[in-house]
């Protein structure tokens, strides 16, 4: 069965956070996450545009270079699909190809806009996305391949419509549900109304702040929890620091007191080095 099925299955919170290349991936994998996501946000920021602007070949690429370095069950932001429903299918044929464990399909406006990224939504109709989750569900080879039917509903609708999309999304073959909530209420109510298993995308810095936590998910019904921003974000904060410091010729304080070496010995560390160097002296470096 495929892990992440498995996983999804029990009865805890499963965290997958998000990862944008395949040293992030190893980094949450030494962390001792049990699943990673890659996200269509996360990863348009790293980019320099938006969800909106990257394409399906752009992200089974990545995702390839991941799954070569990473054997955690890895999701895919898969948008909207990159289509209808005829193109769902090569969508879905192409993700499975790249080893991904799952794909996330939410019921948004093709093509996608960046107004989505401040909180305007452009649904479609309730009978497309059914038709388009329903071809997602054919078109998989694996079985225990995951398909998760995402809505926004709540940002721009009522609870009820938001229930009746997930509904449908879930009688044409979504396996996991994802309805975007921010209040504790929302929380409470998807999980009454839907059972599980669920999926949200939040932090547990917002979960803390909107008086809920981990344990008050599971019992709700949700069984994935993404963090879709805080490594991105953390990511630019850093950087931008880094690149100020050897700007203005304080970089090496960045690394006080150990120095950078220990930093690339750590480094070193998360991406195997010693077993490259230990093939090589079994082979060519005899």
């Known amino acids: 069965m495929n892990k992440l099925r498995a996983m999804l299955e029990g009865t805890s919170l499963v965290e997958a956070p998000v990862v944008f290349n395949p040293l992030s991936a190893k980094l949450a994998e030494a962390a001792g996450f049990p699943a990673i996501y890659l996200g269509g946000g996360g990863l348009g920021y790293i980019q320099c545009v938006t969800e909106a602007n990257l394409t399906l070949t752009e992200m089974v690429r990545i995702g390839i270079d991941i799954r070569t370095v990473c054997p955690l069950p890895l999701i895919l932001d898969g948008a909207c699909g990159w289509g209808d429903p005829m193109h769902l299918h090569r969508t879905i044929n192409m993700v499975e190809a790249a080893g991904f464990a799952g794909i996330e399909i939410e019921d948004q406006l093709l093509p996608k806009r960046a107004h989505h990224h401040i909180g305007i939504e452009h649904m479609i109709g309730i009978e497309l996305m059914s038709a388009k989750i ?151 470096e005899k």
């Open 134 to 284: 329903r071809e997602a569900a054919n078109a998989r080879r694996d079985r225990d391949f995951v398909i998760i039917g995402r809505t926004n509903a709540l940002r721009s609708s009522t609870m009820d419509d938001a229930m009746r999309r997930a509904e449908a999304y879930r009688s044409a073959g979504a396996d996991v549900l994802l309805v975007m909530a921010q209040t504790a209420e929302h929380f409470r109510e998807i999980g009454r109304r839907l059972g599980p298993p669920l999926m949200t995308l939040t932090s547990e810095g917002h979960l803390r702040k909107i008086g809920l936590a981990r344990s008050d998910l599971a019992a709700l019904g949700f069984r994935l929890m993404v963090d879709a921003m805080t490594p991105v974000l953390l990511f630019h904060k850093v950087m931008k620091r880094c690149y100020r410091a050897m700007a203005e010729g304080n970089s090496a304080a960045l690394f006080a007191p150990e120095g950078m070496g220990r930093e690339q010995n750590e480094l070193h560390q998360t991406i195997g080095l010693d077993e490259l160097l230990a093939i090589e002296r079994a082979t060519v």
